[in-house]
């Protein structure tokens, strides 16, 4: 019932797919590649907005399975695309946060200075 559980159980797979995005998402935290089947323009916005690699629905509506994990695979634009979301958005919130005054954690400062550095 826990985000740590789930983790730990994404990592007896290789691969995570669905329609659900924060399934996908916590799949990918954890290190394991996946993507999101977009069922809605919601679901789609929210993964384009993350950097979540995504498939429209239409697109594997009347695909094989086969079809289907082969589409899912990422490519190195993928990873660089989740990469760089990750980047820019570790970088706004420090000045949102740091321009409102509000203290930025020690967390959230190591690693917007690890995406400078890279």
């Known amino acids: 019932v826990d985000a740590p559980n789930w983790m730990r ?3 007896k797979f290789n691969h995570v797919i ?6 996908v998402a916590l799949g990918i935290q954890a290190g ?3 993507k999101v089947i977009a069922i809605d323009s919601r679901t789609e916005e929210l993964s384009m907005t993350t950097g979540v ?3 429209k629905i239409d697109d594997v509506k ?3 399975e086969e079809e289907i994990k082969r589409m899912s ?3 190195v634009d993928d990873a660089k695309k989740i990469d760089d979301k990750r980047k ?3 970088n706004n919130y420090v000045e949102i946060l740091g321009s409102n005054n509000v203290p930025i954690s020690e967390h959230l400062s190591k690693l917007n200075k690890m995406f400078l550095e890279a």
């Open 62 to 64: 009347m695909a094989s």
């Open 53 to 55: 690699p995504y498939l």
């Open 9 to 11: 159980f994404y990592n």
């Open 32 to 34: 394991i590649p996946g």
């Open 18 to 23: 669905g329609p659900r995005y924060h399934g």
């Open 73 to 75: 695979e990422w490519t």
């Open 88 to 90: 820019t958005s570790a």
